[in-house]
């Protein structure tokens, strides 16, 4: 089992930028990926960015360009960091960590994320 503890959140202006943290403790050596989700209100959470063991990234198409993730294995923290934020870029972030061996998947509490003027 891990522990996913996000961090970072905040209020921008569009065309600002943010970084989300999310630190893993636990059983981290077993993880195959951990990714970046996101869910606004009234829509289903979606998939921003992964990055799995190998260091093999992918991203929804509505944030390549503009938001990268990247891990540090030694601080075990993974990051998403946000360039050229949009309104429709507000939405609550979760952490993910997925274990291929079980297909277990286990969550953060979220951070909240809002871009406006």
């Known amino acids: 089992q891990v522990q996913l503890v996000e961090s970072g959140g905040g209020l921008v202006q569009p065309g600002g930028s943010l970084r989300l943290s999310c630190a893993a403790s636990g059983n981290i050596f077993s993880i195959y990926s951990m990714g970046w989700y996101r869910q606004a209100p009234g829509k289903q959470r979606e998939l921003v960015a992964r990055i799995r063991n190998s260091g093999s990234t992918n991203y929804a198409d509505s944030v390549k360009g503009r938001f990268t993730i990247s891990r540090d294995n030694a601080k075990m923290t993974v990051y998403l960091q946000m360039n050229s934020l949009k309104p429709e870029d507000t939405a609550v972030y979760y952490c993910?960590?997925?274990?291929?061996?079980?297909?277990?998947?286990?969550w953060g509490q979220g951070t909240q994320v809002a871009v406006s003027s």
């Open positions: 993910q960590a997925y274990y291929m061996s079980s297909q277990a998947t286990y």
